[in-house]
Structure formats: structure tokens, C-alpha cells
């Protein structure tokens, strides 16, 4: 079983060289971060696009009422 702990220690050795190596490298961080944004974007513009109003909060507006203070039932009106 010396032979395996022998491939084991060297495939993370080789692991622990490649690595280094990535890493070292401004071109990994710039692959990276595309990467890294090609993933999130979509998400994030699907968050920060602006949502469809219901037919209730769009006569709100029409009728000049806060969507948000009504829609919620908090505000600052007292009970």
C-alpha cells in the first residue's frame, strides 16, 4: 500500500504546483472573474429590473396613494 500513499502524495503534489501556477497568473483572476460574471449577472438583473405592478398598486398611482404604505398596512397611519 506504499505505492498508493506514493501516487496519492504526488497527484496532490501536482495539484499544489498547478495551482501555484494558476494563481500566479493575472490572466486566471481575469478568466475568473468573467466567469464569476457571467454567472451573476443574469441574476442580478433579473433583481434589479423593475417589477410588473398589479392592477391594484397601478389605480393607487392613478388615485395618488403611496403603493408601498398601502400595500403593506404600515406607515405611519394609527389605529
Known amino acids: ?7 496519492a502524495g504526488f497527484l496532490v503534489v501536482c495539484a499544489g504546483a498547478g495551482a501555484f501556477l494558476a494563481f ?6 481575469a478568466g475568473l472573474a468573467m466567469i464569476v460574471a457571467r454567472a451573476f449577472l443574469p441574476q442580478l438583473a433579473r433583481a434589479l429590473a423593475p417589477r410588473d405592478l398589479t392592477e391594484e398598486e ?6 395618488g396613494q403611496d403603493i408601498a404604505t398601502k400595500a403593506h398596512g404600515h406607515g405611519g397611519e394609527s389605529h
Do not use: V
Not at 1 to 7: E, N, Q, V, Y
Not at 24 to 29: H, K, L, N, T, V
Open 1 to 7: 500500500m506504499a505505492w498508493l500513499a506514493a501516487i
Open 24 to 29: 500566479r497568473s493575472p490572466g486566471f483572476y
Open 58 to 63: 397601478r389605480e393607487r398611482i392613478r388615485q
